[in-house]
């Protein structure tokens, strides 16, 4: 699976952006979707996760209430609104596909579990 993600910027805290990430070379709807983020010296963290359908989503706690992870099936793209930015939040946000089945925060959370990524889109918030 090829991913291409975008929609990364500069915004100021308590702002939004929406990152969108395409998916190439497998049948879209049957992908498990996740976003990462890395950032400036730390380890690469889930943020959030969606399920074929949609119709299961997971967070990290970190984001809670304020991110929302979505799909559309028909554009082969998985989205992630962000609203109400915090300096904490700046890193680059990655996208993430996996083909095989899994469930639960914990399985979505696990990285090891994707087996394709994108390559990065850089999300920066200044305080």
């Known amino acids: 699976v090829q991913l291409q993600a975008s929609g990364g910027g500069l915004v100021q805290a308590g702002g939004s952006l929406r990152l969108s990430c395409v998916a190439s070379g497998r049948p879209f709807s049957s992908l498990i979707m996740g976003w990462f983020r890395q950032a400036p010296g730390k380890q690469r963290e889930f943020v959030a996760g969606?399920?074929?359908?949609?119709?299961?989503?997971n967070y990290a706690d970190s984001v809670k209430g304020r991110f929302t992870i979505s799909r559309d099936n028909a554009k082969n793209t998985v989205y992630l609104q962000m609203n109400s930015l915090k300096p904490e939040d700046t890193a680059v946000y990655y996208c993430?596909?996996?083909?095989?089945?899994?469930?639960?925060?914990?399985?979505?959370?696990?990285?090891?579990?994707?087996?394709?990524w994108g390559q990065g889109t850089l999300v920066t918030v200044s305080s």
């Open positions: 969606i399920n074929w359908s949609g119709g299961s989503t």
């Open positions: 993430a596909a996996s083909d095989t089945y899994f469930s639960g925060t914990y399985e979505y959370s696990s990285a090891r579990n994707y087996d394709s």
